[in-house]
Structures are given as structure tokens and as C-alpha cells.
């Protein structure tokens, strides 16, 4: 699947590209200019789509699990939002354009905001439920991303640098963006490896994988680390996309069962096949322009979260 998905964005653009095409460019055959578009152009903007769509799925996967929440995801929980209001402040009022800065203003927005969901979701309460953390992850979610929107639209000359950013693309320098980003995804990819088995026991109940020797607190506080290195970093390196992280793990769950260890290395990779074709199939929808794509996403996205909100909160209410 995630073959397909790099093979269909190397040959979608303006100028479209069969896969012989590509193939023969990836080998350093063909014509110059099929040779430049490819391995210049395009293949670096798989790379990102691929590291940015794992981080995003791995990231869904973990609160998922950690939350024991069907409908987590960095977007629903607000973390993306978070992350895009800090960028938005820094970049729009404090002048931080350069993307390692953008990286740690992100991740920052991320943490303060998964806070503030945790915070708001277990107010008189000793522990909250899936659906309370759903609601409040909206709500926080909806707060952040009216307060950039608005920040935005006060001085829109100002703010016009994050214009495009605002809606979650891979349109930005890929050979800038890349090894900036490297070491924040890089250390929540090593932290999930970690995590992954404890997971498993954290499935079975805090008080059981408590028994077992698994320090549930310090778990919990490693999984927030990790998603706020993954969703602060993706959302800093392509602005910020929904529903990858909802519907990879999902799909993983479907193919392979239960195994955390299966679950977040498999939703890795099927969260980068879905944002490299959603983003394929945006530049294609519109060529020569293209469709950025967070809207792919949030279009294919909004069906899922409506079945899943039928099947899995029905239960719950019940």
C-alpha cells in the first residue's frame, strides 16, 4: 500500500507522469527534465509525506491506546490545533519563520493543549471517559483554531506567511523541511518502540498492568512525550492534517488484531500511504493547481469519524 501511494506521488503533478516514467527517472534513465521533476521535485515531497503521515499515524495509534479511546486522534484531541496556534503566534507576531523554531513553537502548542484537554476532560472527575476526552479534545481543538483563524485575519499582510501553512500541506521546501524535523520524529519513533509493550498490559487495565510491574503514571506521561513529538512535529513540517491518525490504527486493528506492537509499527506505515495519496490525489483533482491535503483528508476523514462515532459511541451511551 505504501509502495503504490510513493509510486502515485512521484507520477502525479502539473505535468503527470506514467509509472514506467518514474521508474526509469528513479534509475537515472529517461529525459532530463522527467529525471528533475522526479527525483528533485516529487521524491523529496514523498519523504516528507512519508515521515509526516507516520508520525501522524503512530501518534493516533498511541492515544487510541494510552486513552483506550476509539476516537483518538491529534486532531480530535485538540493537539494539532495547539500546535497550530503556537506556529501561527511566532511566526505572525514574534517573526519565528525558521523551521527549527517552528518545530519547538509546535511542540509546545501541542503539550499545552493535550494538557489543557486532560485538565478540562477530568474536571470532577476522578478519571475520564473516552467520551469526555473526545468532547473536550473538540472543544480545545475549535478554541485554538478559532483564536489563529482569528490572529490571522486581524493583520492578514502579517499573517501571510503562514497563509498556506494554515491548511495542512506538503508544498513547502522538502530538503529545508527534512532534516529539521528528522530528530523530533526520529525521537518519538524511539519512544513508541519503547512504549509498545507496555501498552499491551496497559490494555488489559491500569490496575492489572499496575500487577504486572508496568508504572502506569510514568506511561501515561512517556505516551503524552511521544505524541507531542510526533503531532507538534508533523504539524510543524506540514501544518495541520486530520484524520490520518484516526483511521490508520483502525485500519490496522481490522488486518492484524489487538498486538500493540503490530498496531503502531503497521499504522506508521499506512498513515504515510494515506497522506502521500491524499496528496497525490489533490494535485491531481486540480492540476496544474492542487488541493492541499489536510482538505483530502478531512473530505475522506469526515465519513470515517461519522461510522465510528455511530458504531463505538453507540456502545458507550448504552
Same mark, same amino acid.
Given at each position: ?8 506521488? &512521484? ?10 516514467? %518514474? ?6 534513465? @529517461? ?5 528533475? /521533476? ?5 521524491? *523529496? ?17 498511541i492515544i487510541?491506546?494510552?486513552?483506550? #479511546? ?9 493537539? #494539532? ?5 503556537? %506556529? ?9 519563520? @525558521?523551521?527549527?523554531?517552528? /518545530?519547538?513553537?509546535? =511542540? ?8 489543557? $484537554? ?19 479534545? %473538540? ?11 482569528g ?9 501571510d506567511?503562514?497563509? #498556506?501553512?494554515? %491548511?495542512?500541506a ?6 529545508? /523541511?527534512?532534516?529539521a ?10 519512544l ?20 504486572? @510491574? ?34 490508520? *490504527? ?13 498496531? &503502531? ?5 499506512i498513515g ?15 492540476? *496544474?493547481?492542487?488541493?492541499? =491535503?489536510? $482538505?483530502?483528508?478531512? &473530505? ?12 463505538k459511541?453507540?456502545?458507550?451511551t448504552?
Amino acid at each position: 500500500m505504501l509502495l503504490l501511494a510513493i509510486l502515485a506521488g &512521484l507520477s502525479a503533478g502539473a505535468k503527470p507522469l506514467s509509472p514506467a516514467s %518514474v521508474l526509469d527517472a528513479l534509475a537515472g534513465r @529517461g529525459s532530463e527534465e522527467a529525471r528533475i /521533476i522526479v527525483r528533485e521535485l516529487r521524491l *523529496p515531497r514523498a519523504l516528507l509525506g512519508l515521515l509526516v503521515g507516520a508520525a501522524l499515524g503512530l501518534s493516533g495509534a498511541i492515544i487510541q491506546s494510552a486513552t483506550r #479511546n476509539p476516537l483518538g486522534d491529534p486532531g480530535l484531541m485538540g493537539v #494539532n490545533a495547539g500546535a497550530s496556534l503556537a %506556529v501561527v503566534l511566532g511566526a505572525g507576531v514574534f517573526g519565528m519563520t @525558521g523551521i527549527g523554531s517552528l /518545530i519547538w513553537l509546535a =511542540a509546545l502548542g501541542a503539550g499545552l493543549a493535550a494538557l489543557a $484537554v486532560y485538565f478540562v476532560a477530568g474536571m470532577g472527575t476522578k478519571d475520564a471517559s473516552p467520551l469526555q476526552l473526545t468532547l473536550a479534545g %473538540v472543544a480545545v481543538g475549535a478554541l485554538c483554531f478559532g483564536l489563529a483563524q482569528g490572529f490571522a485575519l486581524s493583520d492578514p499582510e502579517r499573517f501571510d506567511l503562514v497563509r #498556506n501553512w494554515r %491548511v495542512g500541506a506538503l508544498s513547502g521546501d522538502a530538503r529545508v /523541511i527534512l532534516p529539521a524535523v528528522i530528530p523530533a520524529l526520529g525521537a518519538g519513533l524511539i519512544l513508541a518502540a519503547f512504549l509498545a509493550p507496555r501498552l499491551n498490559l496497559m490494555a488489559l487495565g491500569a490496575d492489572r498492568a499496575a500487577s504486572l @510491574g508496568v508504572s502506569v503514571a510514568r506511561t501515561q506521561g512517556l505516551c503524552l512525550l511521544t505524541v507531542i513529538l510526533l503531532a507538534g512535529g508533523a504539524t510543524a513540517a506540514a501544518g495541520p492534517i486530520a484524520f490520518v491518525g484516526l483511521a490508520a *490504527p483502525h485500519m490496522v486493528r481490522r488486518l492484524l488484531g489487538a498486538d500493540e506492537r503490530q498496531i &503502531l509499527a503497521n499504522a506508521a506505515l499506512i498513515g504515510a500511504a494515506l497522506l502521500i495519496g491524499a496528496d497525490a490525489l489533490g494535485r491531481s483533482l486540480a492540476a *496544474p493547481a492542487e488541493v492541499p =491535503a489536510g $482538505v483530502v483528508t478531512a &473530505l475522506v476523514g469526515a465519513p470515517i469519524l461519522l461510522v465510528l462515532a455511530r458504531l463505538k459511541w453507540g456502545r458507550v451511551t448504552a
